[in-house]
């Protein structure tokens, strides 16, 4: 398959860790990015290059990959984590560019 | 800093021509890809398609007969043009950066994005 598949939602208490996925045969040829998106918020790239944080990220969001399957994780979930979460990659084609369906994280 | 700014009508006809211009500040888009996003109401995001730093352009196979993105490198901007909307194309258009190196490549830098409503 070409897409990109994500659990549509996910919850987590408070200082926990969650482990958010995403399945696609891209993955196999091609890296993941992660998106976070606050509700009215624009997305913001959390996760890129498969493991690498932009700045300001804190370093509690962890990304990695196996097989067709990347994963982010949060290490000790705080309260302002909750949010929609993303993935990205390319078609296998190379040549487009796709999004999973989105996780919804609760923070509990 | 990279921004991103988009501009354009927030209500458009069904049938007509949907117009975004996306204004880039702190970058040029004489480098990188710029891509253009949305995300219908309550739902995903989708990727529209990008020009690159060489006035190439990549669509969505599912819009390319309908989508045009082009560029203006003397103000810095890009534009989207999606023709024969409906209501289906009702969604928060995003403009972007795509950074594309080998395997890997995001979209580091969004703009605030802007709601484009289809009705009559």
């Known amino acids: 398959s070409s897409d990109l598949t994500q659990d549509p939602a996910v919850s987590v208490a408070l200082g926990q860790t969650v482990r958010i996925t995403c399945q696609g045969d891209?993955?196999?040829?091609?890296?993941a990015s992660w998106y976070q998106q606050k509700p009215g918020q624009a997305p913001l790239l959390v996760i890129y290059n498969k493991n690498n944080r932009p700045s300001g990220i804190p370093d509690r969001f962890s990304g990695s990959s196996s097989g067709n399957t990347a994963s982010l994780t949060i290490t000790g979930a705080q309260a302002e984590d909750e949010a929609d979460y993303y993935c990205n990659s390319r078609y296998n084609n190379g040549n487009h560019w796709l999004f999973g369906g989105g996780t919804k994280l609760t923070v509990l | 800093q990279v921004q991103l700014q988009e501009s354009g009508p927030g209500l458009v006809k069904p049938s007509e021509t949907l117009s975004l211009t996306c204004t880039v500040s702190?970058?040029?888009?004489?480098?990188?890809?710029w891509s253009w996003i949305r995300q219908p109401p309550g739902k995903g995001l989708e990727w529209i398609g990008y020009i690159s730093y060489s006035g190439s352009t990549n669509y969505h196979p599912s819009l390319k007969s309908r989508v045009t993105i082009s560029e203006d490198t003397s103000k810095n901007q890009f534009s989207l043009r999606l023709k024969s909307v409906t209501a289906a194309d009702t969604a928060v258009y995003y403009c972007?950066?795509?950074?594309?190196?080998?395997?890997?490549?995001?979209?580091?830098?969004w703009g605030q994005g802007t709601l484009v409503t289809v009705s009559s």
């Open positions: 972007a950066r795509l950074t594309i190196v080998g395997p890997t490549s995001d979209f580091d830098y």
């Open positions: 702190g970058g040029s888009i004489s480098s990188d890809y």
């Open positions: 891209s993955l196999r040829s091609y890296y």
